[in-house]
């Protein structure tokens, strides 16, 4: 007998597959922090790409983001996570 999965909504379709993804979360290595930090870096990038300055482009996310403080979201969205993970990894050397 063949038991189906429970569909899960993959927000990073756009980078990997369901399959992918599920693993991935399952093993914590995607963790929901990661995901919003993901988004918000997308939207401020798509905010601008429409002309709209920094700071009203942090102000509408943070809008979305009711949780999160105004230089939380500037912070976020001006993080590179290669050179994050990069300082990571210098500590362990």
């Known amino acids: 007998m ?15 597959s369901d399959d992918i993804y ?3 979360h399952g093993l914590d290595i995607i963790t929901d ?3 919003r ?13 429409q002309n709209i300055p920094p700071r009203e482009a ?3 996310i943070v809008k ?4 999160l403080q105004y230089d939380t979201v500037r912070k976020i969205a001006y993080e590179d996570p290669a050179e994050k ?9």
Do not use: G, V, W
């Open 58 to 60: 942090i102000n509408i």
């Open 33 to 35: 922090k990661l995901i």
């Open 85 to 93: 993970n990069k300082n990571k990894q210098n500590l362990y050397t």
């Open 22 to 24: 599920e693993l991935l």
């Open 37 to 49: 930090d993901y988004q918000i870096r997308e939207k401020f990038k798509q905010l601008r790409s």
């Open 64 to 67: 979305e983001q009711k949780c």
């Open 2 to 16: 063949k038991t189906e999965r429970a569909k899960i909504d993959n927000p990073l379709s756009d980078l990997i």
